[in-house]
């Protein structure tokens, strides 16, 4: 093998390790940006559901409320209708 024959095989050599290497760097990059990315929809999506919680907790005891107020409203409506009808 001439001197010239050891240079290009070398050469080679390199390119073939900067083809391969160059796009495993660039995956990696990218999962470790996906990766942060996921983190962070995750501790979003634990702050939506708190919230969300939250609210419908709210939502419930308001609509208890009209119930009993409607409840009332019947109790008084049915005296109304026997003070009238028995009077």
Known sequence: MTEWEVVGVVAALIALVTGVTAPIVKLNITIARLAAVVDSLAKNYDSF???????????????????????????????????KGGG
């Open 49 to 83: 559901l708190a919230k969300s919680h939250e609210t419908h907790t709210k939502i419930h005891g308001r609509i208890d409320e009209v119930e009993k107020r409607v409840d009332d409203h019947e109790i008084r409506i049915d005296r109304l209708e026997q003070s």
